[in-house]
């Protein structure tokens, strides 16, 4: 049984795409519907549509099964998103995730508004943490600007969300960041990871950057940052109690979600490996983590979910 629980809503089971992946138009997130997915969340919308950066803006680094990416936030504006949750059929099973990712604390409020008035039961994943456009820093690193936010989105929004986060590294910001979280009653839970900001890859042939925009600098993400992912999933799986925690990054098999789960995630989502292998990759991962589960004698995620042991 791989079902699961996030802001008060049922999953029938753990596994959704991590937003940006497959899920910026219509027909990509009637793909998630129609697989072995156990929700789907909405690319990050912007208050205005956006083109994003030039390419190639997303490339695969295959031989470490990773990826470096600096879309730009290219979305549809966050109306068309809008349309898609009020047209959305809430008797699916599968619920619906909606990212917002607002260039400013007044545009996110304006779209916060926006689906406040509408009263859906999708659910509202704040983006803190886009790395890749150029002059606005990652929201998330910045503790006192993320609680302002934090102030004026939670009591508008009223009712059980969500915030993705960047990975930290230090446990100075763990403890700050959590103790910021943790006065918000209704931030019902946190994604942790978006992907790792601000690498550089480079063709060893010909010495040149991979990707186009901001100097060939993007976001990490795949199977190198597996172990950044369990600690940002564990520091604040211990950290906020009274909230879930979604893993992501590094996330190639059932094995890798496993250990998401025993880090404390609630539920798992996927982007690289979504991005490279397309939607059939959930059932392929949902079947790796019940055989796991299976040759380990665990029913259920909460028989081992945060049950990480130490030394
Ligand atoms: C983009 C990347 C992110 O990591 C994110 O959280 C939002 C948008 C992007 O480049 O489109």
Redesign the pocket.
């Known amino acids: 049984n791989l079902s699961t629980n996030i802001a008060g809503l049922h999953l029938p089971n753990l596994f959704f795409n991590a937003?940006?992946v497959c899920c910026q138009h219509e027909h990509e997130l009637k793909q998630l519907l129609e697989s072995d997915s156990g929700s789907l969340i909405t690319?990050?919308a912007t208050y205005e549509m956006r083109e994003?950066?030039p390419s190639p803006?997303y490339v695969p680094l295959p031989a470490i099964q990773s990826s470096i990416?600096?879309?730009?936030?290219?979305?549809e504006g966050y109306e068309y998103y809008l349309a898609y949750a009020k047209k959305y059929d809430y008797s699916n099973p599968k619920p619906l995730f909606v990212?917002l990712?607002g260039l400013s604390v007044a545009d996110n409020k304006k779209m916060v508004e926006g689906f406040v008035a509408a009263n859906l039961p999708c659910v509202l994943e704040i983006?803190f943490?886009?790395?890749?456009?150029p002059g606005k820093p990652q929201l998330g690193y910045d503790m006192e600007a993320m609680e302002s936010a934090l102030n004026v989105l939670a009591p508008i929004i009223k009712k059980p969300f969500g915030i993705?986060l960047p990975p930290y590294f230090d446990i100075a910001h763990f403890d700050t960041a959590a103790a910021i979280f943790n006065k918000f009653d209704n931030l019902a839970y946190l994604t942790c990871i978006?992907?790792v900001?601000n690498g550089l890859a480079i063709d060893f042939e010909t010495e040149t950057a991979l990707i186009k925009p901001k100097d060939g600098f993007?976001?990490l993400g795949g199977l190198m940052v597996l172990n950044t992912a369990l600690a940002n999933v564990n520091a604040f799986y211990r950290r906020c109690p009274n909230k879930k925690i979604i893993g992501v990054g590094g996330v190639t098999s059932g094995k890798e979600a496993f250990l998401h789960v025993l880090a404390g995630a609630s539920a798992v989502q996927i982007g690289t490996q979504l991005k490279e292998e397309g939607p059939k990759l959930f059932s392929r991962v949902k079947k790796e983590l019940e055989d796991i589960m299976v040759a380990k004698g665990y029913k259920s995620l909460e028989d081992f979910r945060g049950k990480v042991k130490t030394l």
């Open positions: 937003s940006g690319k990050s994003g950066n803006r990416n600096s879309m730009g936030l290219p979305n990212s990712s983006n943490s886009c790395p890749n456009v993705k978006n992907s900001g993007g976001g």
